[in-house]
């Protein structure tokens, strides 16, 4: 007779920087299907604070809905500002976005790291509006330095932002209008 092994086969963490609640569900039930996925929200490009405190709420919710593991990291907007003020006329998508990536994904490796989990990744693949290929090249160069291992993606193929909206809207959670910085909010077209 065979023996029987009851025991559940233990998933592989997985750290998951979360800008947002509606940007974290998709990737959320794609990755927990093979990992253990803890939400980390740090983003201190998020202005003005009322705004930060708004996405954060949200973020709650969805942790305490679907009891996801969540770690929030401290709101560093000085740091964010002294990082990119110099970089404050380029155009959305351009070499400050990819300071403001570096600097959250540097952040997520480091909580990762400390955390004895060696997997990380974003959800800021799932925006129409990001260049996956740039915060792949970033993640992955961040991983390496790191010896860790970030999870490359491309979360709005295959309809992966309709259906993430949508499942924000079916919870009632804010979609918010811009990225999340001053300087994005500044060039938002007028509705």
């Known amino acids: ?12 963490g997985f750290l998951l920087h979360a800008c947002c609640a ?6 959320y039930f794609l990755l927990s299907e093979n990992f253990a996925v803890t939400l ?4 201190p490009n998020i202005h003005p604070e009322h705004e930060y405190k ?16 969540l770690i929030i990291e401290r709101y560093e907007v ?18 400050r976005c ?28 799932i925006s129409p509006h990001k260049n996956h290929i ?3 090249s970033i993640g992955k160069t961040i991983a390496d330095a790191q010896k860790l291992i970030f999870y490359e993606s491309n979360f709005k193929k295959k309809d992966g932002f309709k259906k993430t909206m949508r499942l924000s809207k079916s919870l009632s959670l804010y979609q918010q209008n811009y990225c999340g910085c001053i300087y994005s909010l500044q060039k938002k077209p007028a509705p």
Do not use: Q
């Open 98 to 125: 990819d300071v403001c990536f570096k600097m959250r994904l540097e952040k997520t490796a480091a909580a990762a790291k400390k955390l004895n989990t060696g997997l990380f990744g974003t959800t800021l693949t």
């Open 54 to 69: 708004r996405r954060l709420k949200d973020v709650k919710i969805i942790s305490k809905i679907y009891k996801i593991p």
């Open 22 to 27: 509606t940007c974290a569900l998709h990737p």
């Open 1 to 12: 007779m065979m023996a029987v092994n009851n025991k559940k086969k233990l998933k592989p």
């Open 40 to 43: 980390f929200f740090y983003n």
């Open 78 to 95: 000085k740091k964010w500002f002294k990082l990119t003020k110099i970089l404050e006329k380029e155009p959305e998508g351009g070499k």
């Open 134 to 136: 740039a915060i792949n």
